[in-house]
C-alpha cells in the first residue's frame, strides 16, 4: 500500500466511525498501519471510546509496534513471551470459532482422514510438510495437507514436482471447517518467530482432538497434556506412533469455554478478567 493509499484508507476509516458512532470500545487487532496522528484523530471523534489493542502476531517479528502500544488504553497479546517482557501487555491467547466446533458435531461428506493441516506457505513448511507426508505413508495412514501461497510460486512449485499439496488460492473456511472435523489429528507448524499460541491449537482445545505441534509453547499451557499433544523438532520432524495409540483424555469443559471466541471478546473488552492460563510451575 502506497503512503496517499494508506492515507486515504486511514481517512475513510475516521469518516466511518464519525458516521457510526458513538462508540464505547474501539478494538484495534495489531494496527500496523496506524500511528500516533490517527489514534489522536480517532480520540477526538470517539471521546467516551475507550480504544483497546490486541496484538496477535509477537513484537519480535513487528518491534516497530511496541512503543505505539503506549497509545491505547488497555494492551492485550495473545504471547506469553511479551506479555513477560512488557508489564502492561496482558495475556489473552486467540480463540477457536464455534463454526469448528459445530463442524465437529456433524455429519460431514468430506472423507476421513488422519491428520490434517491447512497454512500458509512460509519458511520451512513446504519442507516439514513433506517429511511428515512421507512417513505418514509409510505408517499406512492418510492425510490432508494445503498450503497456500501466490500463483507465481505455486506454478513454481508445481514444475518443479514440489507442488502437490500448494495451492495459490486460501481454502474457504466452511471447508477448513469440515475438513478439520474429519481428521484424526491435526498438525501444526506455527512460524519459527512466534511464541504465542497458533489458532490450530486451540482448535484442537475445542475440537478434543490430539495435534502433533512443532511448538514448544504448548506445554506451557493449562490445557496442555502428553497424550493430547506431541511435540516434535520443527528442523527432523518425527511423529510417535506410541503418541497415535494413546488415549485421549477430556478436558474439563470450564477450561476448554475459556479458549472460546465468546470469552476471548468478554476479556478483551475487559467485562471479565483473563485467566492466567500458565500453568502453574
Not at 513433506?130 to 510460486?153: A, K, N, P, V
Request: charged share 25%; hydrophobic share 40%.
Amino acid at each position: 500500500m502506497s503512503a496517499g493509499e494508506q492515507s486515504r484508507y486511514l481517512s475513510q476509516l475516521l469518516e466511518r466511525s464519525s458516521q457510526r458512532g458513538p462508540f464505547d470500545y474501539i478494538l484495534i487487532i495489531k494496527g500496523e498501519l496506524l500511528d500516533a496522528a490517527f489514534i489522536g484523530a480517532l480520540r477526538a471523534a470517539q471521546p467516551n471510546a475507550r480504544i483497546i489493542s490486541y496484538q496477535w502476531d509477537s513484537m519480535e517479528r513487528y518491534p516497530e509496534l511496541v512503543e505505539r502500544q503506549a497509545l491505547f488504553d488497555r494492551v492485550l497479546t495473545f504471547d506469553h513471551a511479551d506479555n513477560a517482557r512488557y508489564p502492561n501487555f496482558v495475556l489473552r491467547p486467540t480463540f477457536f470459532r464455534p463454526e469448528i466446533v459445530d463442524a465437529t458435531q456433524a455429519a460431514t461428506a468430506v472423507p476421513p482422514v488422519d491428520f490434517c493441516f491447512v497454512g500458509w506457505l512460509h519458511h520451512d513448511r513446504l519442507q516439514q510438510v513433506e517429511i511428515l507426508r512421507r512417513q505418514i505413508r509409510e505408517l499406512g495412514l492418510s492425510s490432508f495437507f494445503y498450503l497456500f501461497t501466490g500463483l507465481r510460486t505455486a506454478l513454481e512449485l508445481k514444475l518443479a514436482g514440489r507442488g502437490e499439496d500448494v495451492f495459490w488460492r486460501p481454502l474457504p473456511f466452511s471447508r477448513y471447517a469440515e475438513q478439520i472435523a474429519a481428521c484424526r489429528i491435526i498438525i501444526d507448524l506455527p512460524h519459527p518467530q512466534q511464541t504465542g499460541l497458533t489458532m490450530r491449537a486451540l482448535e484442537a482445545v475445542g475440537t478434543g482432538k490430539k495435534m502433533v505441534t512443532t511448538s514448544r509453547d504448548v506445554a506451557l499451557y493449562d490445557f496442555y497434556s502428553p497424550e493430547q499433544f506431541s511435540i516434535i523438532d520443527a528442523q527432523n520432524p518425527r511423529i510417535d506412533p506410541t503418541f497415535l495409540a494413546a488415549s485421549l483424555p477430556a478436558l474439563p469443559p470450564e477450561l476448554v469455554d475459556g479458549y472460546s471466541l465468546r470469552s476471548w471478546a468478554l476479556d478483551i473488552l475487559g467485562i471479565t478478567a483473563p485467566r492466567p492460563f500458565l500453568r502453574k510451575r
